[in-house]
């Protein structure tokens, strides 16, 4: 079944980092475009970042000079880098992916299952 799969969420004191990663099962081939949003508690869910299967990155203005996206081919793994944590940046992390499935070799837009993320004051 092809799936991504979250990890690297957790608890952290404001200023301190926590490295986001989205692992695509063995059923998808490759990903294209890679990107994370998230969402806090009452808001709606927001675009963070986003990296293409060229490596182009784009950023939401809250989180430039921060976060960075990333990617390894060869792992099929889109990483979120995130420094320098604000209490404004608590929330479920998503991870969403244009990916080729290896078995019907069509295009699939998926969705992690959310990582949470919690920044202390």
């Known amino acids: 079944q092809a799936q991504l799969v979250e990890s690297g969420g957790g608890l952290v004191q404001a200023g301190g980092s926590l490295r986001l990663s989205c692992a695509a099962s063995?059923?998808?081939?490759?990903?294209?475009?890679g990107g994370w949003y998230r969402q806090a508690p009452g808001k709606q869910r927001e675009l963070v970042a986003t990296?293409?299967?060229?490596?182009?990155?784009s950023y939401a203005d809250s989180v430039k000079g921060r976060f960075t996206i990333s990617r390894d081919n060869a792992k099929n793994t889109v990483y979120l880098q995130m420094n320098s944590l604000k209490p404004e940046d608590t929330a479920v992390y998503y991870c969403?992916?244009?990916?080729?499935?290896?078995?019907?070799?069509?295009?699939?837009?998926?969705w992690g299952q959310g990582t949470q993320v919690t920044v202390s004051s």
């Open positions: 969403n992916a244009e990916v080729r499935s290896s078995s019907s070799w069509g295009l699939l837009v998926l």
């Open positions: 063995r059923s998808i081939f490759s990903i294209n475009t």
């Open positions: 990296i293409t299967n060229d490596g182009r990155t």
